[in-house]
């Protein structure tokens, strides 16, 4: 028995990088390809959306001098380099998998429909989207929600290198505490930052809960596919 039938699954750009200033660590890959893996074969149906910072982000361009819709396009891209490593890790442990793209780039992935993301999930495929929403000055959080919602996903898992959502920034405030509940409006009212707030509120609105969990853990996406309490979970 699954807790979920059909998720979304954010990985984090960031978190791809393992301990390398940046790019891709090949063992981290490798790491969370096995770990979907492990979730196809109890045969829930997956929606990955990973993200950018890796490689790219629009703001840090912009601060750089460069055009903000240039760099945010360039953010996208970084985005489809992560989808097309996870799609050739996955396919290299023989994990079925397609990339759908927000932008259209044939013969690099397939240009996005929701009919398409369907009709791979119902297959038993792994879907990657990539290239976020198909535009600037949006994140892949957003990204995620808004595919979540599309394909009308059970739970948005945002598998990142924290273990849930705190008081604060866990990454600079070493006293801030986990919450392993919280709901939507609390955490506008707190400020907290895990999420954007134009992904927190799409999911709010469109009644999709999200799970924040630590995917830089072996077993943390099989523990919460199971039911199993770790992580926190955002509900209404
Ligand atoms: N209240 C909070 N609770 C938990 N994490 C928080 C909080 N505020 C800020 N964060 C930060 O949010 C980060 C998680 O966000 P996310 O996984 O989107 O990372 P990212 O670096 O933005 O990745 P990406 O490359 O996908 O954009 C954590 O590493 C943590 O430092
Ligand atoms: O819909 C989107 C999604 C992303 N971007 C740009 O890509 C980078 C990388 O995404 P992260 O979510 O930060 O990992 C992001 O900083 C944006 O510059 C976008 O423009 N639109």
Redesign the pocket.
């Known amino acids: 028995m699954t807790a979920y039938k059909r998720i979304l699954l954010k990985l ?3 978190s791809l990088m393992g301990d390398q200033e940046y790019g891709i660590d090949q063992q981290r890959l490798k790491e969370y390809a096995e770990q979907i893996k492990e979730i196809a074969e109890m045969g829930v149906q997956i929606g990955i959306v990973i ?3 890796n490689i ?4 840090s ?1 912009a601060a750089n001098g460069f055009d903000r819709v240039k ?6 891209l ?2 489809v380099i992560n989808s097309l490593a996870l799609n050739s890790a996955l396919s290299a442990i023989g994990v079925k998998s397609k990339v759908l793209t ?1 932008i259209r780039m044939e013969p690099v992935g397939e240009f996005y429909s929701k009919d398409k993301a369907i009709e791979t999930l119902e297959k038993g495929e792994v879907a990657i989207f990539s ?13 995620s929600s808004l595919r979540g919602i599309e394909i009308e996903a059970d739970v948005m898992l945002k598998g990142t290198r924290v273990d849930g959502i705190y008081t604060a920034d866990p990454e600079k405030d070493p006293s801030a505490k986990r919450f392993d509940k919280i709901s939507f409006d609390d955490i506008y009212h707190r400020g907290l930052k895990v999420m954007d707030l134009t992904a927190t509120t799409m999911c709010k609105e469109n009644n999709l809960p999200i799970v924040v969990f630590n995917m830089d853990i072996k077993g943390n996406l099989k523990k919460v596919i199971s039911g199993e309490d770790i992580g926190t979970l955002v509900h209404r």
């Open positions: 984090s750009g960031e993200g950018g910072g790219f982000r629009g703001l361009g760099g945010d396009q360039m953010g996208m970084a985005t927000a290239a976020g929403t198909g535009n600037p000055y949006f994140t892949t959080d957003t990204g």
